[in-house]
C-alpha cells in the first residue's frame, strides 16, 4: 500500500468552514472519491449548517469534536456511516467542529462493509454497529495526527484493513453505473439489463445490495445532479432547463427535483444567491486548527 500519490486540493469548495479535500492513493481511487477535513473553532449560539447532495454514494465521518446536526439531531458517535442517501441532507457544525471524513464513488462502498448496502439506506449509522470497535474507534487517533499527509496515510491502512476482496462490485453493476452517468441519467433501466442478458430483477437486486439504492432512483440522483449544475452556471427558465436536461416536462421536471431536493428548481437558485450573498459578510470568529 502506498498513499503517496495523495493531493490535497488547493482551492476549498466551503472556505467559511474550513474544509480542506484530498484525493485518495491511485489504488484507493476506483473506490473513494475524496477525503474531507474540517478542524474550526468559532462563536456563533447556532450551527453553522451546510447541505450534503444525495450523489449515490456514501460516507464515513470520524468526530472528535462537538456533535454534527444531521437534519437536526445531534449524532453523538464518535465514528458513524453516513449512508447512501436519495434525498438532500442538512448537517449542521457546531462551535468545536473536528471533522475526518471518507467519500465513497457510488459502489465503491461496497468491498469494504459486510452487508448489503440496501441496508444502510438514508440514515447515520454508528460505526461500532457494523465494523469491530477496534476498527471504528480511530477518531481519536486521527485527531492526535499532526498533519493531513499522515491522516490520509491512516485513512488509507485503515481501509486496507477493512477491504474484503471478495466483494469486489459486479461487473454487471460497474457497467451499468457507468452507462447511466455516461447518458446522464436519461436511460431506460430495463434496456441497460437487456445490454447485459440479466433481467431487470437481477438488476436491481445487484444495485441494493452493491450501491445500496435501485438503479432507477441512481439514475434520478444523476438526473439532479445534472440539473443543480445546470442551475448553478445559467439563468434561464425551469421549462427551459427542463427541455435541455431532457425532462419528459415541466412539471416531471420539478416533481422529481423537489423529490430529491427538497425544494423547486427556482427555490434552489434563489436560496443558492441568498447564501452566496450573505456568506462574506459571516464573522465567525474563527479560529483554524487545521
Known sequence: MSTQNTAVHPASPLPHLGLLLASPSPALAPYVHSYWFIN???????????????????????????????????????????????????????QHTAVVGIRFHPGGAYPFFPMPLKELQNMPVALDQILPSALASQSEQLAALPTLPQKIAHLEYMLWQWQKPQRELATDTRTILAAIRQAQGQVNIKSLADARFISQRQLERLFQAQVGMSAKTYARLVRVQRARTALR?????????????????????????????GLTPQQYRQNRALRQQNRPAERLNQEDRA
Open 40 to 94: 474550526r473553532s468559532w462563536t456563533r449560539p447556532l450551527p453553522l449548517e451546510e447541505y450534503l447532495y444525495p450523489e449515490g454514494g456514501l460516507g464515513v465521518v470520524f468526530n472528535s469534536g462537538d456533535p454534527i446536526m444531521v437534519d437536526g439531531t445531534a449524532v453523538t458517535a464518535p465514528a458513524f456511516l453516513d449512508a447512501t442517501n436519495s434525498f438532500r441532507t442538512r448537517l449542521g457544525f457546531q
Open 233 to 261: 452556471q445559467a439563468t434561464p427558465a425551469a421549462a427551459h432547463l427542463s427541455q435541455d436536461l431532457g425532462f419528459y416536462d415541466q412539471s416531471h421536471f420539478i416533481h422529481e427535483f423537489r423529490a430529491i431536493m
